[in-house]
């Protein structure tokens, strides 16, 4: 069962999510791809050309395709996050949210349990000063799923005051 909780109506929500991970998966991550599809895919997520990646999903292609390895459940959404592609994130969110999935979405784990936050929080892709500029720009469009990891995180990178001051 969905458990939703917020503490906070602010852009920055404070929130315990409990999704069972298979439910959601089976929901929301398609592998409906064949092998050389995924490819073109994940490269366009990767380098960043939103108008690139808007013209896949037009053709078809699903935002939540399973892009990695089989059950790894990396999406484009994940990469992105993890590469720092923030118009490609942006644009699979605003997609998500119209269709009530957002959510669901930012709590998908991978088979290492990251969620798309945390997949950025612990990109080893990105500077420091490039992480909190991806994470500045993301908590002040987006609430964020908060949990125990993703405030580790938050605080092992020293990003407190960006989330503190987009919690107002």
Do not use: G, H
């Given at each position: 069962q969905?458990?939703?909780?917020?503490?906070?109506?602010?852009?920055?929500?404070?929130?315990?999510?409990?999704?069972?991970?298979?439910?959601?998966?089976?929901?929301?991550?398609?592998?409906?791809?064949?092998v050389n599809s995924k490819m073109v895919l994940y490269q366009t997520a990767v380098k960043g050309d939103v108008n690139e990646f808007r013209k896949l999903i037009n053709k078809g292609y699903?935002?939540?395709?399973?892009?990695?390895?089989?059950?790894?459940?990396w999406t484009p959404l994940h990469y992105a996050m993890h590469y720092g592609k923030m118009e490609i994130?942006?644009?699979?969110?605003?997609?998500?949210?119209k269709k009530g999935l957002y959510n669901k979405a930012m709590s998908l784990e991978s088979n290492d349990k990251r969620t798309p936050v945390l997949c950025l929080l612990k990109s080893?892709?990105?500077?420091?000063g490039n992480k909190a500029d991806c994470f500045r720009r993301l908590v002040e469009r987006y609430p964020i799923i908060v949990n125990e990891q993703v405030l580790k995180e938050i605080?092992?990178?020293?990003?407190?005051?960006?989330?503190k001051r987009n919690k107002k």
């Open positions: 969905d458990i939703i909780k917020i503490k906070s109506n602010t852009f920055v929500a404070e929130a315990e999510i409990k999704f069972d991970q298979d439910e959601i998966r089976k929901e929301l991550i398609t592998n409906n791809l064949d699903s935002m939540l395709e399973e892009v990695s390895a089989k059950n790894f459940f994130a942006f644009y699979i969110l605003e997609e998500l949210k080893n892709a990105l500077s420091s605080r092992n990178r020293n990003l407190e005051e960006i989330y």
